[in-house]
Every structure is written in C-alpha cells, then in structure tokens.
C-alpha cells in the first residue's frame, strides 16, 4: 500500500509499502478484530509515517533496512494482540516529486563542481 509522509526535513514523499503476516490465534483474530487487512493498513500507516518523519530526504532514502526493521518491530508488538504474526515488512518504493528530484540533481551537480575544482587546483 501507498503512504503519503512528510519527513524531518520537510518534504512529502510517497512510500510503497509491504506487508506480510499470518495468523497464529484464529480465535483472538476473529473475536478481536473485525477486519485483519484494515487494522494492519492503519497501523501500518501509522508507524511508517512516525518512523519517516524521524529522518530526513536523505537518510530516508539511504536507511530503508534500518526503517523496515523498526517498523516491523513496532508493527509486531501491536499485531501480536491480534493473533497475527508479522512475517515480514518492506519499503518497496520511495517516490518523490519532480521537484525535489531536480533540487537533488543540482545539489549533486554543484557537489561534483566542488570537487572538480579542488582536483584542478
């Protein structure tokens, strides 16, 4: 599913994410929860949006493992409740706006710039 997050640094950016799980209790998945797809969703949403707002552009894109592990764990600890075991979670995509991708291509243009200049002098 998709999530719209805002990071540390201010800019929106878009993330895939997946989810996998199965069902350990059948009865505290049935009795305590009406929907496991939807519940997961929300929850999901929720955690991956707090975990990418701790980061910046940057480190968001650079840190996916370290994200998919927090997420998991923290997704873990609230589906447990439900008799739903997470197996596994991933950030499958981050996609930015086309705006913040030409920020970036000039704010890496102007990093080889700088090193070009100091490899000439």
Do not use: P
């Amino acid at each position: 599913f998709d999530i719209s997050v805002i990071t540390r640094d201010n800019v929106e950016v878009g993330l895939t994410t997946s989810v996998f799980y199965r069902v350990i209790d059948a009865s505290r998945s049935v009795y305590r929860i009406r929907d496991i797809d939807g519940a997961i969703h929300t929850a999901a949403s929720s955690i991956v949006r707090s975990a990418g707002g701790k980061l910046e552009l940057d480190e968001l894109q650079s840190s996916r493992e370290s994200m998919n592990l927090e997420i998991a764990k923290n997704l873990k600890e609230a589906a447990e409740v439900w008799g739903i075991q997470i197996t596994r979670t991933e950030i499958t995509d981050v996609q930015i706006d086309s705006q913040t991708k030409d920020a970036q291509r000039q704010q890496l243009n102007a990093e080889r710039e700088r090193r070009a200049q100091i490899a000439r002098a």
